[in-house]
């Protein structure tokens, strides 16, 4: 695949550079194509690239001592990760797969470094994106310290859900396997528990989407447990 500058221009990071500037990213580029299940980044591996999603969809997941995969967050087209590794030079913290087949540009170290360093918009916009990792792993710690399985799985769909047109909706769910595996529950459970809330109402499933469709029924039952 060969980059042009739409596929910069996609990218939220560098949405604020000026022409000149993405059309020298275009040069330093590298980009590799990923199969489903496919690993992009290994835990533990040394690795200074920061790279950039095209298309497709990526899962950040860890392992339990047991072996078992534990899910963190998904990585959407157009965002960017390994800022974490590219600052500390430290190994990967975490485990990249492919959920989807997935393309991918590659920044090598010398030249992300100097665009972290050197353009105030990315370092502004890096900052921001590890505030929000931050938040998001301390709202994953409460939502796992809920000893309820079924309401973790309710935190999970109103964390996930988004407004539109006055909705709170799902477009692209986690699978109930993927559900399963960020709440540190079984798939039977999150079946039998999405199986329960259709019955009471309070979501609705239409193909893959899913709407919430009663919000504040969903809060008070969180807020229950």
Do not use: W
């Not at 591996?45 to 995969?69: A, I, T, W």
Request: charged residues 25%.
């Amino acid at each position: 695949m060969t980059l042009t500058l739409r596929d910069i221009e996609n990218v939220a990071l560098l949405s604020d550079l000026d022409l000149t500037q993405k059309q020298q990213l275009l040069s330093q580029m590298l980009v590799r194509t990923y199969k489903r299940n496919e690993v992009v980044v290994q835990k533990g591996q040394p690795s200074s690239e920061l790279f950039f999603l095209l298309s497709g969809r990526l899962k950040v997941v860890d392992y339990s001592p047991g072996g078992r995969e534990v899910g963190f967050i998904f990585i959407e087209s157009g965002s960017h990760f390994g800022e974490l590794a590219l600052i500390d030079g430290k190994p990967r913290s975490a485990s990249i797969l492919a959920t989807e087949k997935a393309t991918v540009a590659i920044l090598p170290k010398q030249h992300a470094r100097t665009l972290m360093y050197s353009e105030p918009s990315v370092s502004e916009k890096l900052l921001k994106q590890l505030s929000n990792i931050i938040r998001m792993n301390n709202e994953h710690m409460v939502m796992l310290g809920n000893t309820s399985a079924p309401n973790r799985v309710n935190i999970l769909l109103m964390k996930y859900a988004r407004p539109v047109d006055g909705q709170l909706i799902i477009e692209k769910p986690p699978t109930q396997s993927e559900m399963a595996m960020m709440t540190n529950t079984t798939r039977e459970t999150v079946s039998r528990t999405l199986s329960q809330l259709i019955g009471q109402g309070l979501i609705r499933k239409d193909g893959k989407k899913i709407t919430i469709a009663d919000p504040a029924a969903m809060e008070e039952m969180i807020l229950d447990c």
